[in-house]
C-alpha cells in the first residue's frame, strides 16, 4: 500500500520550502533554520489570493489580468496560461519539474522580469513545430521580442547584491528564450554569464543550491557540445561539496550524478584535441590521466551509494502512479554506464578500443528499449500532447553517443532506431531530426550500406566491425543552416562533416550537405 505523504510545504521561508520542511514562520527569520545553524532567506511577498497562482482550468481565463497580477492585455494572460498548463510542465524533461512548475510561478506573480521572460518563452513554444523553428506571424513576434526586451531592461535594474540570486533565476529564463530561437552563440554567452556569479555568489542562499545550481551544473556540459572549446570558460569545481557518506534522497544521487556527467564529458571533449586536432602528435596530459581515474573512483563510490538507496527506501516500490520515478532511476542508471565508457575512452588515441565496452553498450540497448516500453504508458499518461521541446537535455545525447561508439551492427541500429522513441523534438540545442540523419549517416558511411527509415538496411560487406580507417572520429554540424543550389532549385540545409584519419594517421573531414526537408519529415 502506497505510504500516505505528509503536506506539502506551501507558506514558510524560502529555505524551509527549498528544504521541503515545515517552517515556524517566525520574523524576520524563521526559528528552524535560525536553531539548525542555515541561513534564512526569508519570505516571499504574500499574494492577495493563493489561488490565482494555480490556474487548475485547462480553459483561457475571461479575464486573465486578474489571474497574474500585474500582466496588461489578455495575450500576456493568455501566454501565462499556457506557461501553466502545457509549456511549463515539459520544459524540464526528466529533470526535476518544480523549478519550472512552481518556482518561476510564484516569482512571476511579483516580479516582472520573470513575468515577462515566461510570456516570451510561451510564445515561442507555442509557435515552434516539431523540428526546426520557422518564423511567427508578426504580431506574435512582436509580442515575443517586446516582453523579452522588457525583461532585459527590468534585468538591468537589479544591482544590488541581494537581487544576484533573482539574476540568476532570470539568466536560465534567457538561456531557455535563446534555445528555443535555436541561438546557440547568444545561450552560450548567457551560460557563461550564469556560471561565473554562481561561483562566485550563488553558494551563499539555500534555494539557489537547491534549485539552480544543478541546473547550471548541467548547462556546464554545453560549451563541450555546442561550442568552441573554452580552457577560460568558467567551472563550477569550487562550489562541489564533499561525497556524501550515503544518499538521503533521490536529489542527492542525481545531484552527485551531475556532477560526474559533466566531468566526464568535459575530459572526453578535451582529449579530442590530442586525437583529431592540433595536439594529435602530442601525448594526453597527466592531469588527463588523473583525471579520468579520479571521475571512475568517483563512480564507483556513487554506484555503491545508489545501489544502497534503492535496497532501503521504501519509494521504490511504486505504484503506477509513481512510475515517472522510475524513469528518473533509469536515467541515472544510463547515465551511469555512458560515464564508465567516457572515462575509460578519455585518454584513448584510437576508435577501436570502444569494442572492449560492447557487452556494456549491449546491456544499455536493453535498458533503453524497456525504457521505451514503459514511458508511452506511465510519462505520457495519455496525454495527447506531444512534447515539443525540453529545456534540460534528455535522452539524445546519450543515445547520439552509444549510436556513434558501438561499431556493432545490430546493436547500434537498436540504439537509433530508440531515438524518436525516447528523445523529443528538441531537447535545448539538439535537433532530433537532425540528429538520426547525421547518425545514421556515419552508419551507412562505416558500414559501407544504406539504411532505412525502419532501420532495414542493406547486407554490409563484412560482419566484422568497421576498419579503424573507416571509423569516423568526430561529428559537427553548422549551427545555422544555409541555401545551396542543386538541380536549379534553392535547397535550405545544413553542412556536416565527418573526421576521419587516413594510412599515415593524417585526419581529413568529409562535409554533406543535409536539406533541412529530408530531416524535418524525417
Known amino acids: 500500500m502506497a505510504r500516505k505523504g505528509s503536506p ?24 528552524r533554520c535560525v536553531s539548525t545553524g542555515r541561513k534564512c532567506d ?61 518556482l518561476v510561478m510564484q516569482f512571476a506573480d511579483f516580479e516582472p522580469a520573470v513575468r515577462h521572460s515566461l510570456v516570451a518563452i510561451s510564445s515561442l513554444y507555442e509557435h515552434l513545430p516539431s523540428g526546426l523553428p520557422q518564423g511567427t506571424g508578426s504580431q506574435d513576434q512582436r509580442l515575443i521580442l517586446t516582453h523579452y526586451n522588457a525583461a532585459i531592461r527590468e534585468l ?60 547550471f551544473r548541467r548547462l556546464s556540459l554545453f560549451p563541450f557540445f555546442f561550442g568552441r572549446e573554452d580552457s577560460h570558460y568558467p567551472s563550477l569545481d569550487a562550489l562541489s561539496g564533499p561525497v556524501p557518506k550515503s544518499f538521503q534522497s533521490f536529489t542527492d544521487a542525481r545531484s552527485m550524478m551531475d ?36 571521475v571512475n573512483s568517483l563512480l564507483d563510490t556513487w554506484d555503491t551509494l545508489f545501489t544502497t538507496f534503492l535496497s532501503t527506501d521504501s519509494g521504490c ?3 503506477i502512479a509513481e512510475r515517472p520515478s522510475i524513469i528518473a532511476q533509469q536515467s541515472l542508471l544510463i547515465r551511469f554506464d555512458v560515464c564508465r565508457i567516457m572515462a575509460d575512452m578519455a585518454v584513448e588515441r584510437e ?25 508511452p504508458i506511465v510519462a505520457k499518461g495519455g496525454d495527447t500532447r506531444s512534447v515539443r521541446f525540453t529545456f534540460d537535455m534528455g535522452f539524445m545525447p546519450v543515445m547520439s553517443f552509444c549510436t556513434l561508439k558501438c561499431r556493432d551492427l545490430k546493436t547500434r541500429i537498436r540504439f537509433w532506431r530508440l531515438m524518436p522513441a525516447l528523445a523529443c523534438a528538441r531537447e535545448s540545442l539538439w535537433n532530433l531530426n537532425l540528429m538520426t540523419s547525421l547518425v545514421r549517416r556515419v552508419i551507412e558511411i562505416e558500414h559501407k550500406i544504406q539504411v532505412e527509415d525502419n532501420g532495414k538496411h542493406t547486407i554490409p560487406h563484412s560482419s566484422e566491425p568497421p576498419t579503424e580507417r573507416m571509423r569516423i572520429r568526430h561529428l559537427w554540424a ?31 573531414s568529409r562535409t554533406e550537405f543535409f536539406d533541412d526537408m529530408d530531416y524535418n519529415n524525417g
Request: glycine share 8%; proline share 6%.
Open 8 to 31: 506539502k510545504v506551501r507558506t514558510g521561508c524560502i529555505t524551509c520550502k527549498a528544504r521541503k520542511v515545515k517552517c515556524d514562520e517566525a520574523k524576520p527569520e524563521c526559528n
Open 42 to 102: 526569508g519570505y516571499l511577498p504574500q499574494k492577495q489570493d493563493k489561488q490565482r497562482l494555480w490556474p487548475k482550468s485547462q480553459q483561457l481565463l475571461a479575464n486573465p489580468t486578474r489571474t497574474f497580477p500585474g500582466i496588461e492585455t489578455r495575450n500576456e494572460g493568455r501566454a501565462l496560461q499556457y506557461f501553466c498548463n502545457v509549456a511549463g510542465p515539459f520544459l524540464s524533461g526528466p529533470a526535476d519539474r518544480y523549478f519550472w512548475t512552481h
Open 156 to 215: 538591468k535594474t537589479m544591482t544590488a547584491p541581494e537581487k544576484q540570486p533573482l539574476v540568476l533565476l532570470v539568466c536560465i529564463l534567457f538561456i531557455c528564450i535563446e534555445f528555443l530561437q535555436s541561438n546557440d552563440e547568444a545561450a552560450l554567452k548567457h551560460c557563461k554569464h550564469g556560471i561565473t556569479m554562481l561561483a562566485q555568489c550563488g553558494a551563499g542562499y539555500e534555494w539557489t543550491r537547491q534549485f539552480l545550481e544543478p541546473i
Open 259 to 294: 556532477e560526474l556527467f559533466a566531468r566526464s564529458v568535459r575530459i572526453m571533449r578535451l582529449g579530442d584535441d590530442y586525437r583529431v586536432g592540433q595536439l594529435r602528435h602530442q601525448p594526453f596530459p597527466d592531469s588527463l590521466y588523473d583525471e579520468g581515474v579520479a
Open 317 to 319: 516500490n511504486t505504484t
Open 351 to 375: 576508435e577501436g578500443p570502444y569494442d572492449r565496452h560492447l557487452e556494456r553498450f549491449k546491456s544499455l540497448a536493453e535498458r533503453l528499449e524497456s525504457l521505451a516500453s514503459t514511458i
Open 478 to 508: 553548422d549551427s545555422m543552416p544555409t541555401c545551396r543550389v542543386i538541380h536549379g532549385q534553392t535547397i535550405v540545409g545544413r553542412v556536416a562533416g565527418f573526421l576521419l584519419s587516413d594510412e599515415d594517421g593524417n585526419i581529413h
